[in-house]
């Protein structure tokens, strides 16, 4: 009896387990019918949506046909209207209308009628016949990034007197993530800044993006709380049914959507903003992650205007008048000896000054200038600011990088403890090439635990330069550096450097602008101060920061002396842009130099580093 109630049991729950199996499937079933009478719509939908986008290039194709016509139409009218004005000059000018003219103004005045026909016997050049043109094509549209967004105001006034300026010209690139695509509603200064950091689709409205955005479908969508333009309405109070329609089409297509708050009330901004994956603002007050503004390399830089600054220190007020588009702004930045900024100036707005060289203060400081330059860069770049924001939303950041190894050649033993001094101080630092004597391996090592050490060991023959092109293969960061174990590098050294391969699009960059210090006569010189921030033919040897392909391609001349010069005259033979940075950060020992002496300007008998590293 207990064996049969058992079995019953056990059957019973068999048949409870193959129940709630059976309501699984059944659930799994009724779930898979939802998700493809889902997709079935989908499918409908892209379907319809497919043929709407037939239709409308059908419609562009047939308004470019249409546009195409009115021009040969326009330029024909024009042709003829040329014609015509050539026939009655022609008339005009023909003996015969001008013998009628002088005859019928003199027939009443007998002197009158004798010059008229005297001068109407003389020979006067008859009008050239105009020829046809082509139609004017349709210029094609320069995708590239600043490439429609240049300076316009070449003027600016001060006390009633003009001044001419030559603008800033805004670089039309590089991007720096080019496999990235980001649609952007942003005000022009958000905009600038964003616009080298990916490839960027903007000037899209409510009504047009449907046609616009599938050109080059984005990896992300960014708005920010925009005050003015077709989309301000739609973020602003009760988001707008053009706003919700972008957003429906950017989930249907798995597109990232940020809302980035960077003025206004929050407040304002919050139903349209709750929309959105992701939130960023740069309100302290506000309780969202934060996206702030940095320095943008590309058009925040110390390159020059090319007729130099006014000799003046303007008020921000006489700097930026309220007219200025952004492009103008950014040559604005670089047209005073410095700026005097009042309490409350925003830190972006510092920070962007600073960026391009110019003083704040009264007074026209280079040296404070220099620094703050590098501590608006420390503050953060658009560049890494897009790497926080991509990080965040779950999208890859990749991009190149400025990772360096340095080649230190060490032909004196007695110079090893000081050569790898120099490099300890530096930061960035990946690799070190080291060639010189057995010991100076271990003691690399000692000095620097967190650098990878590559020890060679010279022919005793070996110039400085066979030493250079045996390390250049062995080199493996993006970026190689040659110092020299003779003289003195400033710990900003490679981090000032490095920075000019931000906004440059030079292959060599270093100092034909520095330091030197004579032992023997205790002088300190400065070597031609006006060739900062330009690009021109040669810069120190020792001072070299290359892209590692180029060096490899170029090579080093087997010599100790004047390899770098050989190495100058080959980029200029094969055209090799080489830019040269600022003075700081580095010094020139020597015992002597005569070419020196004659070639730089003397600052003091003394110490340079006072001068050099700040």
């Keep these: 009896m207990s064996t049969e109630l058992e079995s019953t049991r056990r059957a ?31 499918a409908g939908e892209a379907r319809s949506l497919a043929e709407r986008l037939s239709e409308v290039e059908e419609r562009l194709e047939a308004e470019q046909a249409a546009a195409d016509k009115l021009r040969k139409e326009l330029a024909e009218q024009r042709f003829q209207a040329e014609v015509a004005n ?23 005045n007998p002197v009158r009628l004798a010059k008229g026909l005297r001068g109407a016997a003389k020979p006067v050049k008859r009008p050239i ?35 001419k ?53 984005p990896h992300l969508l960014v708005v920010e709380s925009v005050t003015q333009g077709p989309w301000a309405e739609e973020i602003t109070g009760e988001p707008g049914e053009g706003l919700k329609t972008l957003l429906a089409w950017c989930a249907e297509r798995g597109i990232r959507t940020v809302f980035w708050h960077t003025q206004g009330d929050v407040a304002a901004y919050a139903a349209a903003a709750e929309l959105f994956e992701h939130r960023f603002t740069t309100d302290l007050t506000v309780a969202w992650p934060r996206l702030q503004f940095g320095v943008q390399p590309r058009v925040h830089n110390p390159l020059p205007l090319s007729g130099g600054r006014i000799d003046r220190v303007l008020t921000l007020d006489q700097l930026l008048p309220g007219h200025l588009t952004y492009p103008d702004v950014l040559t604005s930045y670089r047209w005073a000896a410095a700026v005097d900024c009042p309490p409350g ?12 060289g110019t003083p704040i203060g009264t007074e026209a400081d280079t040296r404070r200038a220099h620094v703050a330059l590098r501590r608006a860069y420390q503050m953060g770049t658009m560049t890494e600011r897009v790497d926080e924001l991509l990080d965040a939303i779950g999208l890859p950041s990749a991009r190149a990088t400025l990772n360096t190894s340095v080649l230190l050649p060490i032909m004196d033993p007695y110079l090893m403890e ?26 690399a090592r000692d000095v620097l635990p967190d650098v990878e050490i590559v020890y060679r060991r010279p022919h005793p023959a070996m110039t400085e330069g066979a030493m250079l092109d045996a390390g250049i293969d062995l080199c493996e960061a993006d970026l190689v550096a040659v110092m020299d174990p003779r003289d003195v590098y400033g710990p900003h ?12 699009t030079a292959d060599i960059v270093g100092k034909a602008a520095f330091y030197a210090h004579l ?84 600052v003091e008998y003394g110490s340079a580093e006072p001068h050099a590293l700040i």
């Design 12 to 42: 019973l729950r068999d048949a409870v387990a193959q129940a709630e199996r059976a309501a699984e499937l059944a659930r799994l079933l009724d779930a898979a019918e939802a998700k493809l009478a889902a997709a079935e719509q989908s």
């Design 129 to 163: 016949a105009p020829k046809r043109k082509p139609p004017a094509a349709a210029k094609a549209k320069d995708e590239r990034p600043g490439a429609a967004y240049q300076a316009t105001s070449t003027t600016r006034t001060l006390g009633g007197a003009s001044f």
């Design 165 to 217: 300026l030559k603008p800033f010209r805004v670089p039309t690139g590089p991007n720096t993530r080019p496999h990235l695509t980001a649609a952007v509603i942003a005000d022009p200064h958000a905009e600038a800044l964003l616009r080298y950091e990916w490839r960027q689709t903007t000037g899209f409205t409510p009504r047009d993006f449907a046609r616009v955005l599938p050109l080059e479908v």
């Design 418 to 443: 000081h050569a790898l001094a120099q490099v300890a101080k530096q930061s960035g630092v990946d690799q070190l090439i080291v060639i010189g004597p057995p010991e100076s391996e271990l003691r």
């Design 493 to 504: 050294y490679l981090s000032d450097l490095r920075r000019a391969f931000l906004f440059s």
């Design 519 to 602: 032992r023997k006569p205790q002088a300190t010189l400065l070597k031609q101060p006006e060739a900062e921030y330009t690009y021109l033919p040669e810069i120190a040897g020792a001072t070299l920061l290359a892209r590692r392909n180029t060096l490899r391609e170029i090579g080093f001349a087997d010599l100790t002396d004047g390899w770098d010069e050989v190495l100058m005259r080959q980029c200029r033979t094969d055209g090799i842009k080489v830019f040269s940075a600022d003075r700081f950060g580095y010094v020139r020992v020597r015992d002597e130099d005569r070419w020196l002496l004659g070639a730089a300007h003397l």
């Design 345 to 356: 100036t925003p830190q972006w707005r510092l920070a962007e000054l600073a960026a391009c």
């Design 86 to 108: 050539w026939k009655l000059s022609s008339i005009k000018v023909a003996r015969w209308n001008r013998l009628g003219d002088a005859i019928k103004s003199g027939k009443s």
